[in-house]
């Protein structure tokens, strides 16, 4: 079973977890922020994973830390149903159309995180959401999960087509790199043995 549950309290957030890699991608979000929610439910749709999250942040502030949070759990949950990494795939790839939209995801699920992001937007705000919080949240998945992640929007003009393709993206390329590779077994897919 390749499933975790995390749990994260600071003096900002209170984050719950759970995630299910080998799922039918049901969806139970709850973060407090509507645009965020939409985000996760479409990535755990496309990721193909069961996933509920329930966050609660000090949003009178402002949506960072709950956003950057609610990655960090994520990310965490990935590392702990992953193990090992043991007979991954490793590798995913997809191109996200979305209306007049364009969005290309490349991944390596390595123990060595990194994050590409080459995403610009045309407006400071989708909703009440600040849009360079979408870049914090790729970035603390990544960070957490030991993902290296490319994300590049190739063309677009409707925000929230670009960033839901991002989301998107993310997912299919996660959803093929995490896969058990039937060829490779138990192996790592890695000549150093390790991952």
């Known amino acids: 079973m390749r499933t ?3 749990e994260r309290k600071t003096r900002e957030t209170e984050i719950m977890v759970s995630l299910d890699l080998d799922g039918t991608g049901d969806y139970d979000i709850d ?5 965020l929610d939409h985000m996760l439910e479409s990535f755990a749709r496309h990721a193909m994973l069961d996933m509920k999250v329930r966050a609660q942040g000090d949003l009178h502030i402002d949506f960072h ?11 965490q949950a990935i590392a702990k149903a992953l193990g090992d990494f043991k007979g991954i795939n490793r590798f995913g790839e997809a191109t ?6 364009l969005t290309r995801c490349a991944l390596d699920v390595s123990n060595r995180p990194y994050l590409i992001w080459k995403v610009n937007f045309t407006k400071p705000k989708l909703g009440e959401m600040d849009t360079e919080l979408f870049k914090e949240w790729f970035q603390a ?6 993902i290296t992640l490319h994300v590049e929007n190739l063309y677009g003009e409707n925000n929230h087509h670009i960033v839901e393709s991002c989301f ?7 959803r093929r790199a995490v896969e058990p590779d ?3 077994g138990d192996a790592y897919a890695s000549t150093k043995g390790v991952l």
């Open 168 to 174: 998107k993206a993310f997912a299919r390329a996660l």
């Open 65 to 75: 830390h709950t956003t950057e949070d609610t990655g960090i759990v994520i990310g």
């Open 96 to 101: 996200i159309p979305m209306d007049e939209t």
């Open 141 to 146: 998945v990544a960070q957490n999960a030991g």
């Open 4 to 6: 975790a549950m995390i």
């Open 182 to 184: 039937t060829r490779l």
């Open 31 to 35: 973060t407090g922020i509507g645009f």
